[in-house]
């Protein structure tokens, strides 16, 4: 995850370690649960190093760092707008696969056919476990749509397997 | 080792052909199956592979040209066309992709004409025709003509209407074909519902998303089974990585 | 000019592409044009032979005669008829000639004729025209040419007149007389003294010729001669007026004369009516079944074009969309229509042109009726717009409807949308599957549904009408020689059942039509009703049962629609078919739709359901 979101985050209002968590957790849904719950700290530090945000104790007693309360600075706010507008698209991530069954094809490592099948049915379980926790959100909620998301992502991938079923069958069979 | 009575549908060595000599298709091609009662299984396949001919000869909407049907303990295909409509009254309900509504019956009247078509009275038939639709969620629409129905409410009258005579099993041809994500959303609901409530389910379809929700997921190509995986399993607690966070 | 042709070329194009249809369209087009050209025919041919014979023998404008008293001992007064000769606005007579009447026989047959003496010279009026052997002389008779037909006499043939053996000399024709079987004069034959009533007029009674002389002879006795002359006026067309003053108060109609009538008289109308009676009453019902045909030819087109306007849509909007005007649209949907019409109506011309003389020759006793007479222009021009006029009707809301249908729409093929009738619906819940079935496929296309009912009511109005015809000649039927059959009920009763047979035979054409259309829109219903469970027999009996329950009620509705007909088209006639025939009709009818629909709702059951599913919608 991206330093940017932490500081967009931030951007509402200054805030404590424990309330990004906290509306992080919100955001993900079930996903916030897999997060590392000391990514936060580490992130906000780093971001304190780099001078986008600055820090205050609270009225504290302690040196610990979840009682400091982080905000924006100026460059941090700038940097925060020019990550808003970006275009930037998640990368995929197809070569990879596509190299595994071109190379095992060429081998004869393996049946690249076998390795569709395989990834298939783990794609299809993952989408039945996204699914369940898409409809187990309430509608319209943020996790809801994140999942959905997921789940539409997994469904294009899916096709894309079959297609690659397809196109290997049948170079299969022509050899 | 599955107790052969619990199956709700057998098939042994199905096979369904159409024309003669060189021009011979076999849209069915020796096909064994076993669906026990309270199950989910999906049938996918790209389309022209045979799977809602399949279905069709597993409902008794078409006869084999070759092999055994079994459905709720007794053999089909063999039987008359009489026979088979009675078997169609009590021990299966159709959910066609085309929903296959009459446009000018109300969602209720729609739902309880299968019932009235098996015998039942007009009250008993309204009746259960009511609690069916309430169930689908559609308790307040029953008045409603189908064209003032969006596409996932007109498959959920289906559905409730498949399900009016208590049918052993649930036959489903492309229920999602017809529909956007936010309605396949609606049906699928409904389809996890039935599940739980023990509902026996057969899907056809070639979409992932309905497939991801049954019990037994078989891939079908050419008219034959080719691949057949179990999709029941607890959470990978995984799917954060599937969104782009690191763990 | 390039519209038309496009128009045309359109149409044609999309008959050829349908031609059982076209040819369906055109088969009940042409019973109706052709039944109603006959009729129209019939009434020339009635007018116009006449004419012919009327001044080809010089016809007279009136006819008197008169017969000696009942009391007897007297011999008739001839003083009268002369009186009546020079009476003013008479220009030239004949006679008196003396008439008796006797009994004819030949060849097995007994006909009452009256025997009227002529002599050999030519005479200014009613001279009878020879159309075989020569005119009378000693010892032979000349027989009236309808007389000589039905006997099947001709010149030189052995006859017994009275007893007397007389040879037949000639055959000729008049126009001071109606042809045999109904001569307008009626002269009693030998009255015993004293009796105070005349016989009835024999049903059948012909017209002879022979000389003066045998006439006396055959007479016997001088004062049982009766005598007739004929009159010419200076104005024909004041025959009736002229009449008025001599002729008693007509008995009414049907009641025997208290009083014998000293003598009669009539005018060359009441001769020409009577003479054309004949055919009057069947041009009558031809004319009648001509109309009821046309009806029955609308609803059949009705229910054609309506089952096909859902395949129309698309070419309609497939037009549009191209820059076809609805105008241009609704043209070329009529023009497809009209084409087969006026082709219907042509061919219908011909047909009963050349049918009209085989039904009925009017009478051998007229002039020039052994041909047809042309087509008149009026004949041509009523045909054809009768034949025009049923298929704008039966097509033009469908057209108009289909032009003014969203070109949108009409592309996306969107068919038209079943109507939702509820109470049938509500009511139909009530009933077992097959009529439940039956009544919601049925209430799915009222309009459907409305032209079933009318076109079985006019067929059965039609054959109730008939019924009720065929009552009334049955009821008048006492021919005096059985074997001799009258011309009259004859040829009426053959056209009586000619009609009935178009009828009934375009009312199935209809009624297979109508459940043929049915089944095609009601092919995913019924294939969904299968799906949930009803099986094949319980969805053609539902099938068949959609056309039969209109039937019923149009039979019923036909019933009292006939008996107005009949009031309709003869308002003096008082003979009512009999009560089990009306009361027979209604489940006769019933069992035929049902026998004729049986079939196209079986083969409508039977289609794979699986199919018809994936491919239809609604």
Redesign the interface.
């Known amino acids: 995850?991206r330093q940017e979101v932490v500081l967009a985050l931030l951007a509402k209002e200054p805030s404590h370690g424990y309330d990004l968590r906290a509306r992080l957790r919100e955001a993900?849904g079930?996903?916030g649960d897999?997060?590392?719950p000391g990514q936060v700290y580490v992130t906000l530090t780093r971001l304190e190093r780099a001078g986008l945000v600055e820090s205050e104790r609270t009225t504290g007693l302690t040196d610990r760092p979840d009682r400091k309360r982080y905000a924006l600075t100026a460059e941090g706010q700038q940097r925060v707008a020019g990550w808003l507008a970006e275009v930037s698209w998640?990368k995929p991530d197809l070569a990879e696969f596509h190299l595994k069954l071109v190379a095992a094809a060429a081998a004869g490592l393996a049946d690249p056919l076998t390795i569709v099948?395989t990834q298939r049915?783990e794609l299809?379980?993952?989408?039945?476990?996204?699914?369940r926790?898409a409809?187990a959100e309430p509608d319209g909620s943020d996790a809801a749509l994140?999942?959905?998301?997921?789940?539409?992502?997994?469904?294009a991938d899916?096709?894309w397997l079959?297609e690659c079923e397809?196109n290997w069958n049948s170079r299969g069979s022509e050899s | 080792m599955r107790d052969v009575v619990d199956a709700v549908v057998r098939a042994n060595g199905l096979r369904k052909e159409y024309g003669k000599g060189e021009g011979t298709v076999r849209a069915v091609d020796g096909v064994d199956l076993e669906v026990v009662a309270g199950e989910t299984v999906a049938v996918m396949g790209?389309s022209g592979c045979g799977k809602s001919t399949l279905l069709h000869l597993l409902g008794g909407l078409d006869r084999p040209s070759d092999g055994e049907v079994w459905l709720a303990g007794r053999r089909i295909d063999r039987l008359g066309e009489k026979a088979l409509a009675r078997m169609r009254r009590t021990a299966v309900g159709f959910v066609f992709q085309a929903f296959h509504l009459m446009d000018e019956l109300t969602a209720v009247e729609n739902v309880e004409l299968s019932a009235l078509l098996a015998g039942s009275s007009p009250r008993v038939a309204r009746r259960r025709a009511i609690d069916l639709l309430d169930r689908v969620g559609l308790g307040d629409r029953a008045e409603f003509l189908p064209s003032a129905l969006s596409g996932g409410q007109r498959q959920r009258v289906a559905i409730a209407r498949a399900l009016s005579n208590k049918p052993a099993v649930v036959l489903a041809d492309e229920p999602t074909g017809n529909l956007d994500?936010a309605a396949t959303?609606e049906v699928?609901?409904l389809f996890?519902s039935l599940h739980e409530a023990g509902q026996t389910l057969l899907i056809v379809t070639h979409d992932?998303?309905i497939?991801?929700?049954a019990d037994r997921?078989i891939s079908m190509r050419d008219g034959a089974f080719v691949?057949e995986?179990r999709?029941t399993?607890g959470?990978?607690?995984?799917?954060?990585a599937?969104?782009?966070?690191?763990? | 000019m390039g519209r038309a042709l496009l128009v045309f070329r359109l149409a044609s194009r999309d008959l050829r592409r349908r031609p059982v249809e076209a040819a369906l369209l055109l088969v009940v087009i042409l019973a109706a044009t052709a039944t109603l050209t006959i009729g129209l025919v019939l009434r020339q041919a009635a007018a116009d032979p006449y004419q012919d014979t009327r001044e080809a023998t010089a016809g007279p404008d009136v006819v008197a005669s008169i017969n000696p008293p009942l009391s007897g001992g007297q011999p008739a007064d001839r003083g009268e008829l002369r009186a009546m000769a020079d009476a003013s606005g008479v220009i030239a007579h004949s006679g008196p000639y003396p008439v008796v009447g006797a009994k004819l026989a030949v060849n097995g047959h007994t006909v009452d004729v009256e025997a009227e003496g002529r002599d050999t010279a030519t005479v200014q009026v009613d001279q009878p025209k020879i159309v075989d052997g020569s005119w009378v002389r000693d010892g032979g008779v000349v027989v009236e040419a309808a007389l000589a037909d039905a006997l099947g006499v001709s010149a030189g043939d052995q006859v017994s007149l009275a007893g007397h053996s007389f040879r037949v000399v000639g055959v000729a024709v008049t126009a001071a007389s109606v042809p045999f079987p109904e001569a307008s004069l009626y002269i009693p034959p030998d009255v015993p003294r004293g009796s105070r009533k005349l016989p009835p007029p024999p049903e059948d009674l012909g017209l002879v010729w022979l000389t003066e002389p045998d006439v006396r002879s055959v007479a016997g006795q001088t004062d049982s001669l009766s005598y007739v002359m004929n009159l010419k006026l200076a104005d024909p067309s004041a025959a009736s007026s002229f009449v008025a003053a001599y002729a008693p108060a007509d008995p009414p109609p049907g009641a025997q004369p208290s009083e014998p009538p000293v003598g009669t008289i009539a005018t060359w109308q009441q001769i020409r009516d009577n003479a054309s009676l004949l055919v009057r009453n069947e041009q009558r019902a031809l004319v009648t079944g001509g109309w009821l045909l046309g009806l029955l030819a609308v609803a059949s087109i009705a229910v054609l074009v309506g089952g096909r306007m859902a395949d129309q849509t698309r070419r309609v909007g497939l037009l549009k969309a191209v820059g076809g005007t609805p105008g241009l649209v609704a043209a070329v949907l009529l023009a497809e229509y009209v084409v087969v019409a006026v082709v219907a109506a042509g061919v219908g011309l011909v047909v009963g042109w050349l049918a009209a003389p085989l039904l009925t020759d009017p009478s051998a006793g007229l002039i020039g009726s052994t041909g047809t007479p042309p087509l008149s222009l009026a004949t041509v021009g009523i045909v054809t717009a009768v034949a025009v006029g049923v298929a704008v009707l039966a097509t033009f809301v469908p057209a108009v409807r289909a032009a003014r249908t969203s070109t949108v729409l009409a592309l996306a093929d969107a068919a038209r949308l079943p109507r939702r009738t509820a109470w049938l619906i509500a009511i139909s819940a009530r009933l077992p599957a097959p009529l439940l079935l039956a009544l919601r496929v049925a209430g799915r296309r009222p309009r459907r549904m409305i032209l079933s009912i009318a076109s079985v009511a006019v067929a059965v109005s039609g054959i109730v009408a008939a019924l009720a015809a065929n009552a009334e000649l049955g009821a008048s039927n006492f021919a005096t020689s059985p074997e001799l059959d009258t011309m009259r009920t004859q040829r009426l009763g053959h056209v009586l059942v000619l009609i009935c047979v178009m009828l009934i035979v375009l009312a199935a054409v209809n009624a297979i039509v109508s459940t043929w259309a049915s089944v095609l829109d009601a092919r995913y219903a019924s294939a969904l009703a299968r799906a949930l469970g009803l099986t094949p027999q319980q969805v053609s009996s539902g099938l068949a049962m959609a056309q039969v329950l209109p039937a019923l009620v149009g039979a019923i509705l036909g019933l009292p629609a006939g008996l107005a007909l009949i009031a309709a088209a003869d308002p003096d006639s008082t003979t009512y078919p009999p009560l089990w025939q009306l009361l027979a009709v209604v489940p006769v009818t019933v069992v035929a739709v049902a026998a004729l629909t049986t079939i196209p709702a079986r083969i409508g059951a039977r289609r794979s359901v699986a199919e018809i599913l994936q491919s239809e919608h609604a």
């Open positions: 995850m993900l079930p996903l897999e997060m590392n998640p099948d049915r299809l379980r993952r989408l039945r476990e996204a699914q926790a409809m994140l999942l959905e998301g997921i789940v539409l992502r997994l469904q899916l096709r079959e397809r | 790209p994500s959303l699928l609901r996890e992932s998303r497939a991801a929700t997921l691949d995986t999709l399993g959470t990978s607690g995984q799917l954060g599937l969104a782009g966070l690191e763990g």
